[in-house]
């Protein structure tokens, strides 16, 4: 049974950072996309980021472009995909998700119905 373990979330102030980690098998990694997905109270989950087999990656919102990153680290048999987060603003305050795209490529969309086998989620509150 594929298995997310994710981590990294907690309370920061605006303008601080976090690295939020997304930890799996390599096999999963390196024959599926990975996205990160959030959502805040109140509002659908939305996707963020999202890492290829390759090593590519493909930005789903706006508001996070040139404050946060996705890459990845392959070990032995397992493999993480991290999700730098800088700049953080009040409005990134939300669950963080991490989820398997159905193929090795990213899709255009960040929709929901295009990812599975999703993690447990990790809370990210920006806040003074």
């Known amino acids: 049974q594929l298995q997310f373990v994710e981590s990294g979330g907690g309370l920061v102030q605006p303008g601080g950072s976090l690295r939020l980690s997304c930890a799996a098998s390599s096999d999963t990694l390196q024959l599926h996309a990975i996205g990160w997905f959030r959502q805040a109270p109140g509002k659908e989950r939305e996707g963020v980021l999202c890492?290829?087999?390759?090593?590519?990656?493909?930005?789903?919102a706006d508001s996070v472009k040139g404050r946060f990153a996705i890459s990845r680290h392959y070990a032995k048999n397992t493999a993480t995909v991290y999700l730098q987060m800088n700049s953080l603003k009040p409005d990134d305050t939300a669950i963080y998700y991490c989820a398997r795209g159905y193929r090795s490529g990213c899709p255009s969309e960040g929709r929901e119905a295009l990812f599975d086998a999703w993690g447990q989620g990790t809370q990210v509150t920006v806040s003074s």
């Open positions: 890492i290829e087999s390759d090593g590519s990656s493909t930005n789903y």
